[in-house]
């Protein structure tokens, strides 16, 4: 099973990215699949989760209005949609995949991670 991030890269401030995680290994059918970001001397933070079906997203404060979270359920892919980059979104962001709970803002909710993809946005 795997999760394999990409698309980060160096942006300037009010820039925008997309973040792409495709997973591969074994189908993710009523998995929610989430964004996680660590920056350094920083612990990991929730950043955005999306339901299998799409029907509900959630958001950290943070990120509310800037980034969208998205899924194509045919390509085992999700999205984050990030505009309006600010320098303290600086991170590397992880996608992670774990089954539905109302708690998918924690990261041990979390059964499935990928490597990471480094975002940095420069002042």
């Known amino acids: 099973v795997q999760l394999q991030a990409s698309g980060g890269g160096l942006v300037q401030a009010g820039g925008s990215l997309r973040l792409s995680c495709v997973a591969s290994?074994?189908?993710?059918?009523?998995?929610?699949m989430g964004w996680f970001r660590q920056a350094p001397g920083k612990e990991r933070e929730f950043v955005a989760v999306i339901t299998w079906r799409s029907d509900s997203t959630n958001y950290a404060d943070s990120v509310k209005g800037r980034f969208t979270i998205s899924r194509d359920n045919a390509k085992n892919t999700v999205y984050l949609h990030m505009n309006s980059l600010k320098p303290e979104d600086t991170a590397v962001y992880y996608c992670?995949?774990?089954?539905?709970?109302?708690?998918?803002?924690?990261?041990?909710?979390?059964?499935?991670w990928g490597q990471g993809t480094q975002v940095t946005v420069s002042s």
């Open positions: 992670a995949a774990g089954p539905h709970s109302r708690y998918m803002n924690y990261a041990r909710m979390y059964t499935y």
């Open positions: 290994g074994r189908t993710f059918s009523g998995y929610d």
